[in-house]
């Protein structure tokens, strides 16, 4: 049986072993990862943590203009490793998850995206109309 829990913004999906092994199971846990943005006339740009994350791991789209990133993260220790007290536990998976609004005004088909050492970087450039235009005064 699986039980969801939140406390301070964190929430936690316990789930049942199938199996018992030597060490515990950790629960998985979602978060919403930092991040920072930018915005200049030509694009949207915004940055994500995702420490841990790899590029197979990682999902990025847009749909009815929400942005939405998901990447999982699993803690792997040795099977031969021994937990002292309360250190972390083999299969602990973290999960990062987060929505931001992008509105209309992103061009779908030109966002692109790099993963390196952790932080996501993705550029949303702005449609051709959404762009500041310059108006000649005569």
Not at 12 to 32: D, F, M, Q, W
Not at 36 to 64: F, H, K, M
């Amino acid at each position: 049986m699986n039980e969801n829990s939140c406390k301070d913004g964190v929430c936690s999906t316990e789930i049942t072993p199938t199996t018992k092994t030597a060490l515990t199971e950790a629960p998985a846990t979602v978060r919403k990862p930092r991040y920072t943005s930018r915005y200049d006339e030509q694009a949207w740009e915004v940055n994500v943590s995702l420490p841990g994350v790899q590029r197979d791991d990682l999902t990025v789209s847009i749909e009815n203009e929400i942005l939405e990133i998901q990447g999982n993260r699993v803690v792997a220790v040795p099977e031969s490793w021994k937990p002292l007290g309360s250190a972390p536990v083999t299969g602990a998976e973290t999960t990062y998850r987060l929505r931001l609004d992008v509105g209309p005004e992103v061009d779908e088909t030109q966002v692109s995206a790099d993963l390196n050492d952790g932080m996501l970087t993705l550029r949303l450039p702005l449609r051709e109309a959404a762009k500041p235009q310059k108006i000649e005064v005569r």
